[in-house]
């Protein structure tokens, strides 16, 4: 378990998700390493993932979305629905913040928001409770 360790860039995907709060990235056992990693444990929707699989992705000099003629595209819109709607996080917003104020800005504010505020510990977007201590926060 990745208890308080600080969000780092490699973990900001080019769809503007933070692998580091992520359940799969956060999980002990078969722990993925985030999108920009290759690894077995990463699982089959993320390797086939068509935003990271993207050519348009390969053009960009930032390698996130934001840069593309077609941003923001179909995919990016139903995910960012589907995030906002249950995982309490948008990913354009995120690559809004990421383009206007720059990833370091963007990481304190990550660092900020998803840490426990009981104890501390990182917290995932895909769950309602703290990992560690089940403080509910959602
Ligand atoms: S499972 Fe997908 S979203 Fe989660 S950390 Fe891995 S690549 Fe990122
Ligand atoms: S916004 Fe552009 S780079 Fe990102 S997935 Fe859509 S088409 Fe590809
Ligand atoms: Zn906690």
Redesign the pocket.
């Known amino acids: 378990m990745n208890k308080t360790s600080e969000i780092s860039a490699v973990l900001i995907a080019?769809?503007g998700m933070n692998c580091g709060i992520c359940i799969g990235y956060l999980r002990d056992k078969k722990k993925c390493p985030g999108c920009n990693k290759e690894s077995d444990s990463k699982p089959g929707t993320c390797k086939k993932c068509?935003?990271k699989n993207?050519e348009?992705?390969k053009e960009?000099s930032s390698g996130f979305?934001y840069e593309?003629p077609?941003?923001?595209?179909r995919?990016?819109k139903q995910l960012d629905k589907r995030y906002r709607t249950k995982y309490h996080m948008s990913m354009l917003e995120n690559l809004t913040l990421i383009k206007e104020e720059g990833i370091e800005v963007f990481l304190k504010k990550e660092d900020a928001k998803w840490a426990c505020p009981e104890c501390h510990s990182r917290l995932s977007a895909h769950r309602n409770d703290c990992l560690v201590c089940g403080a509910k926060i959602f």
Do not use: A, D, T
């Open positions: 080019p769809c068509i935003i993207c348009h992705i960009s979305c593309c077609k941003y923001p595209c995919r990016l």
